[in-house]
């Protein structure tokens, strides 16, 4: 997905005047600055044992504009889950899984709840080939909140850590910002 919500929107409307035979200009960035009625608003939800996932979410949501909250997935109240734009999702790697608190998270959310919802999902990992034989958090999150009905707007993202207690890798913080700002276009 490129171009901002509104963007995206004026998009949409444009392409349908376009079929219905009316005549309307080809929006650009002028035409269609953000509504300041409608600020994206971004949920992250994360999992975190040693800190170190915590961090990455907390500069995942110090990066993107609008209305984001950041939260450790116990505090989540997945009724309000609807009312976001997009939902971000993380957990350390544990035996190429989530962990079981996010894995319950996910559990409990049915489809309608994210149907339509754009999602994506982190997690924290080392780099060693034994994790890679047993997968990662990310892949295994993507497809869960997929299933149930969100659209993935980016592939599953990880950031790594120089051991099981970390401390993160040189420059993962400032990576998780990029990967933020790109997908929260």
Request: contains cysteine; proline residues 4%; charged residues 30%.
């Amino acid at each position: 997905m490129h171009g901002t919500l509104c963007e995206r929107q004026s998009a949409k409307r444009f392409e349908k005047m376009k079929k219905g035979g009316k005549s309307m200009s080809i929006p650009n960035k002028t035409d269609v600055e953000p509504s300041e009625s409608h600020q994206m608003k971004v949920l992250i939800v994360y999992d975190s044992v040693y800190g170190n996932t915590e961090k990455i979410a907390k500069a995942i949501g110090d990066a993107i504009t609008g209305e984001v909250k950041v939260l450790r997935v116990g505090e989540v109240n997945s009724s309000e889950l609807k009312t976001f734009d997009l939902l971000i999702v993380g957990s350390p790697t544990q035996g190429g899984r989530p962990t079981p608190a996010i894995q319950d998270f996910l559990n409990k959310i049915s489809e309608p709840v994210i149907r339509g919802i754009n999602v994506a999902a982190f997690d924290t990992r080392l780099s060693t080939r034994l994790v890679g034989i047993f997968g990662y958090a990310a892949v295994r999150i993507a497809d869960s909140l997929k299933r149930d009905g969100g659209t993935l707007i980016a592939s599953p993202e990880g950031f790594f850590v120089k051991g099981k207690e970390g401390p993160l890798k040189e420059g993962e913080l400032e990576r998780a910002a990029r990967w933020a700002k790109e997908i929260a276009k």
